[in-house]
């Protein structure tokens, strides 16, 4: 038996980011995976043909809290096509007043800074890297340290009173080839 719990935690997360950052519809959600970041996920090293068989162990191990889930691959990019189910299930179980709601509320606002960010980390843990970043494409790494809450990267920009943030996981993160 496979490890699914890290790919389901993921799709979870993302659905969560989305209604935090769009409000709950019940409705079809699609997300896209390299194979890569699917391997990672389930810690294995498939090919396309084998991750479909592990992908199909999952829908089966899931499909009472997601739903039916479709998935499709065009070359080593996987879509995964969830129903409204998945999107009713994460709303009924997700913390509205949790970490990830909190950032997206202060990251919204006009005007936010670094320290507004930091603020939102520093209440979920002590335990946090903050590294501003040269020659990347933001300005700065924070994370938790010990992956408590969650082991995401997370990349800010501050620009024009904006603040842009973009959440990775570990391995895709370093996979970009972002240093840490």
Do not use: W
């Not at 969830?82 to 970490?99: I, K, Q, T, W």
Request: proline content about 2%; charged content about 20%.
């Amino acid at each position: 038996m496979h490890s699914f719990t890290k790919l389901e935690q993921n799709i979870i997360d993302m659905i969560e980011e989305e209604q935090i950052k769009l409000g709950y519809h019940s409705e079809t959600v699609r997300l896209y995976y390299p194979l890569s970041s699917l391997n990672r996920l389930i810690n294995e090293q498939c090919t396309v043909s084998q991750m479909h068989s592990r992908l199909a162990d999952f829908c089966r191990l899931t499909g009472d809290r997601l739903g039916n889930i479709e998935i499709t691959s065009g070359g080593e990019r996987f879509c995964f096509t969830l129903p409204p189910r998945a999107a009713d299930y994460v709303h009924e179980n997700m913390s509205h007043d949790g970490f990830l709601s909190r950032l997206i509320g202060v990251v919204s606002g006009h005007g936010s800074t670094l320290d507004d960010v930091l603020a939102v980390f520093r209440a979920y843990s002590d335990h946090i890297v903050v590294k501003q970043m040269q020659g990347e494409d933001f300005d700065y790494l924070i994370y938790f340290q010990d992956g408590v809450p969650n082991d995401y990267r997370y990349c800010f920009t501050f620009e024009g009173g904006h603040v842009i943030y973009h959440r990775y996981t570990a391995g895709d993160y370093q996979e970009f080839g972002f240093s840490e």
